[in-house]
Structure formats: structure tokens, C-alpha cells
């Protein structure tokens, strides 16, 4: 696909770090994906708000530290997608050894492995549930 239809949005870019940006979760992907990587990779995300509506589907390598996952009304399990195919989902935006440090999510819901989605429910109720480290301090209510 190379289709060079401009985005009506500013370019987000290639990172590796962000810091204090508004990220449209979209264009964030099609941006890479035009770059012929169809797995965001290696980046560091500080103080940034994320919008969707969109899907995250952390593969592997990251971490969420001191997010807030967006509104949920007492229900995290509002927030997140269990994939019924194995591991592929198609439609979600993967991710592969990032760090969100103090994100927002607005509009965003989550999917993955089964332990992930079990960790942040667990932290989103208030319990944490993550010997892995994958996910870590509570979120910002």
C-alpha cells in the first residue's frame, strides 16, 4: 500500500521518543505502516494523550507507567477486547517494546494476551497484578 493521501493532521513521526504530544492512534499507525512497519516499535511516549478510537495490542516489551486508561465507570473490563483468534486481531495497532510514562487514553480500548488484559484489570480495580512488571503503579483516576 502506497497510497499518498496527506493526513489533514500534522505528521506525529518516527520518534523514538515523544514527549507532551497529542497522538492520534490512526495516523500513528498508517504513518509507519507507509514506512512498510505495520508494528509500532521502540518508542518512548511521556505526558502523552492518545485518541482513538482505536485498539492497542501491546505484543511485547511494554510498559505503562502511571497511565490513565481512560473512563471505564467502575467497569474496566469496558476498556479491553479478549481476541478470539489466538494472538492475531486483525484492526488493532500492535505495539513491540514501548514505554508510556503519565499517558492519557481517550477513546482507546486494549486487547492482548490473556495475563495482559488480567493485569490491568487488576490495576485498574486498584489490585495490582503484575509479577512481570509489564504494568506498573496504579493509574491516575
Avoid at 2 to 7: A, P, Y
Avoid at 114 to 137: I, K, N, R
Amino acid at each position: 500500500m502506497t497510497d499518498q493521501v496527506q493526513s489533514p493532521f500534522a505528521a506525529v513521526g518516527p520518534g523514538p521518543a515523544y514527549d507532551k504530544v497529542g497522538i492520534w492512534l490512526p495516523q500513528l499507525y498508517l504513518e509507519a505502516a507507509r514506512e512498510g512497519q505495520f508494528t509500532i516499535e521502540n518508542r518512548t511516549f511521556t505526558d502523552c494523550l492518545f485518541e482513538g478510537p482505536a485498539v492497542i495490542l501491546p505484543i511485547e516489551g511494554c510498559h505503562f507507567d502511571d497511565c490513565f486508561f481512560g473512563e471505564h465507570g467502575g467497569d474496566p473490563n469496558v476498556l479491553m477486547l479478549a481476541p478470539l483468534g489466538g494472538y492475531q486481531v486483525v484492526g488493532a495497532i500492535p505495539f513491540r517494546n514501548c514505554r508510556f510514562e503519565r499517558c492519557r487514553f481517550l477513546g482507546v480500548g486494549f486487547t492482548g494476551a490473556p495475563d495482559f488484559l488480567q493485569q490491568l484489570v487488576g490495576l485498574l480495580g486498584g489490585e495490582t497484578l503484575a509479577p512481570s512488571g509489564a504494568l506498573t503503579d496504579k493509574p491516575k483516576a
